[in-house]
Each structure stands twice: as C-alpha cells, then as structure tokens.
C-alpha cells in the first residue's frame, strides 16, 4: 500500500513538474542568474543546464535510522535537497572547475564531488558517525544530524534553519578534502556579524599583536558615519531594479574604498590574515502573510553581485533553490521531480543537471527565506558590507554581535596542512595541473608579508608563497 501511495505521488509531481517547465519566459528587459547578466532567453537556459541540481529518489535502500523502512524521500525531503543544491553550488564556487562542463563528457572532479550527494545505496549509514564516508552530504547523512541534533525522524519535514544548521554540523564534524579552504556561516533573523566572518575567513579568534586590537565595534561606529547608499536605497524602494547612473557607481566605489580604509585602521593587518573563502546563509523573513516589496527588490540588487550563490525558499511547504531573476520572475531549480536512486554513474551525473528552467512571481515566493553568499576574499567582503549597509534604511538586513557565535577553533597551520593532503589526494584522480591550481580560492597575496613571519613545522611560508604563486598563474 505505501508502495502505491508513493507511486501516485511521484506521477503527481512530474506532471506538475513537467506542466510548468511548459510556461518559459521571454526577457523584456533583463535578468540576473548567479550574478551573471541575463539579455536573452537563451542565457536563461545557458546558466540554468550548467546549474546542480538535486531532486527526490526513489528505490534506494532503506533508512538505517530508528528502524525506518522508507526508501524514498518524496514528499517531505525538498528542503534536504535545497541544502544539498546550496552546498554544491557553494563546492562549485570554490573549486572553480565546472562551471561550464560538457553535458557529454564530465570531468572525473565533477565526477567525485556528485559522488558526495548521492544517496547512500552501500549502507555507509550503519558505519556510524565515526568512520569517514565517501558520501558526505548525503540525505542519509544529513538525516543522522538531524536526528541527532532534533529528534528528526525518516519521513518529517524540515525547516530552512534545520537544514543551515545540518549542513553546518557536517562540515564541523567530518574530514571532507574538497571542503579545505571553505568556512561556512549561518546567520538568523537578518543579522550578520562582521567579527564572525573575519574570525573564520583569517581563522583567528582573538589578535594578539601588542600594537593593534580588533575593534568590530569601533569599525561599524565609524560606518554608520558614511554617507552610504542614499541615492541607490531612494531607487530601490521606488521600485527601480536598475542601478547603473555613472555618478552613482563613482560615488559606490569611492564608499568601497573608504570602507577599505576603516578596515586597515581598525582590524590588524598582521594578525587578521585571510587565508581562506566564508560562506554566508542568511537567513531571514520578508514579511508576515506575504513579501514585503521593498524587500523583494533589495533580494535583486543582491542576486546581481558575483558572490551571490542562491537562495532557500520556494512556495509555502514547497521548497526550491532559487538562482535569480528575469523581470518580475524568480527563476528556480525545483526538486519536486523524482527520479530512481540507482543508476549508472554516467546516469546519475546527468541526473544532477536540468534540461529547463522554473519560474515564480512574486506573490507566490514564502516569506521565509535564506541567502546564500560566497566570500571568496576580502574584497568580496567589503563589496557585502557596502550592500548592506545601502539597503539599511529599508531594515533588510543588520550588523550585530551575535554573543551565541562560537568560534570554530580551526588553526592557520591545519588547514594548510589540509589543503596540501588535498592536492596530494586530487594526485590520485589524475587531476590536471590548472585544475589544482583552481582548488584553492584563497586571496591572500595582499597580507603575504604580514603572515610569512608565521612559521610552522612543515613550513608555512613556503606554502604561502606556492598558493600565491599559483593564483597568478591563473
């Protein structure tokens, strides 16, 4: 019978699936998908096809946790799916190696990174939490966190926190290589601490020069003194979605810089090194019954920048990844679709990747949401915080210390230590050169001879110096 029941269930989603994937959109004026421009509509379908995408399974083994015997996540998994999507994109950014792939012909680093998102068909969840996994964001995995963390059993659905939050535990918890060099933060109730980033973007809790302290508070005292976005926030709330005056970018770029500068005064350079990219999740409501317009239009400027990297939200009880817009349509990845869990790897690679594109207007959009940025260096940082603080009269989004924050304790000299092993690892898979020199998407040439005094066992100074070097040749 619940055989039956899930049967009827799948052919009820791919009619529905395959009954919107009818209605495309022509572009009028212009869209934004991953921070790329959008002027035809077959840049739509362009970005969208080299997009990841998870969707429902069915037929693989069944659960391992509380004696579960389903074996498909149809119906109640859409939001695992969605976390799986922000994750590979976010692996995509970081990695910088398919961006656009031959839908005939994959690359064998593609080829392992899916790997980590497919369903756990060997059993590995009777391993436990202590043993590494090949797969390590699978639903299986990202159940077993859930449960651990909420009680969460086989077959409920999830919350846009829940998932942040699982997603966040694993990459804590578990030695993931293609993860080395990539911190994750989550924020909640639209409120982002700039002391966060900086401890896990330098991986520093505290600075220790004698000379210079780390003053978040006395940095953001000194912003609020800017005269930061008047003219793009007036624009914004009166519904304009195109910021492109000359004298507005010159007047942008000028507060870019000053932010720089309050940066360099505040923050010790010699002890604040980056040295690797942050991933931000911010999540956030919109409105109370339906969105908020004004924040409907700051949610564009943000889906305009590069470091934008998707965002959790969908219909209510129908979760999606949304990737950007065209107009007034939000162009989404749908995972209400499903597909067999067994299949070839070949099968299964194309799988991942969809032959069209979603659209959702404004008003159907859920109020709960989460952005999802890639920080891949300070200047990706200080282009956020100008965001941010240009959107502030509408109350979008706030800086805040978030006394809860616990730094993750990862230590400089371990990291690249990991990262070493990772290209020793890649090795194995018969990696092209570029291909390791892309793996790692650190910025750091700028700090290099504060940091080079930083001498560790294995010799750190020469590492930073091979990362730097590498960069350039790209």
Known sequence: MQSIGHQILSTWYSTNYNYRALFQYDVKEEGYIMGQLIVRNEDILDVVVHTIRFTYRQGFQAYQCQDSSLTTDSGWGCVIRVGQMMMAELLKRHLKCFYKVDLFSFPPLL???????????????????????????????????????????????????????????????????????????????????????????????????????????????????????????????????????????????????????????????????????????????????????????????????????????????????????????????????????????????????????????????????????????????????????????INFFSFAHLPHWKYTETKKEDQLKKIKEMHEFLNEFLVPQQQQQQILNLEISTYQEAHSNEISSFDQQLMLKEIDSSYEEI
């Open 111 to 393: 080829q392992d990174v899916l790997q980590m998102f497919k369903d756990d068909d060997e059993m590995e969840s009777q391993k436990g939490f202590s043993k590494p996994s090949k797969y390590g964001f699978s639903i299986q995995k990202i159940m077993r966190v859930a449960y651990k963390e909420w009680g969460k059993k086989p077959g409920e659905w999830y919350s846009p926190n829940q998932i942040v939050q699982a997603i966040y535990k694993i990459l804590q918890e578990n030695n993931i290589p293609y993860c080395y060099g990539l911190g994750f933060v989550p924020f909640y109730e639209s409120q982002i601490d700039l002391r966060a980033i900086f401890q896990e973007m330098c991986m520093v809790e505290n600075c220790v020069c004698q000379k210079r302290v780390f003053s978040i508070e006395q940095f953001l005292r000194s912003l609020e003194k800017l005269e930061i976005g008047k003219e793009e926030v007036v624009q914004v709330m009166h519904g304009n979605d195109s910021i492109s005056d000359v004298c507005c970018e010159d007047q942008s770029e000028q507060n870019k810089k000053e932010i720089g500068n309050l940066l360099k005064k505040y923050i010790c350079e010699k002890c604040f090194v980056p040295v690797r990219a942050v991933a931000v999740c911010l999540l956030s409501r919109i409105g109370c019954d339906e969105p908020n317009p004004d924040y409907l239009q700051a949610i564009r400027q943000f889906m305009k920048k590069k470091y934008f990297a998707g965002m959790l939200g969908g219909r209510p009880k129908e979760a999606n990844f949304i990737v950007g817009f065209v107009d007034n349509k939000f162009v989404v990845l749908d995972p209400h679709i499903v597909q067999e869990a067994k299949m070839n790897p070949e099968e299964y690679i194309k799988s991942c990747f969809p032959g069209e594109a979603l659209f959702m207007s404004d008003k159907e959009i859920d109020c709960s949401l989460g952005l999802v940025f890639y920080l891949k260096n300070l200047d990706d940082l200080i282009e956020l915080i100008y965001d941010i603080l240009a959107h502030q009269q």
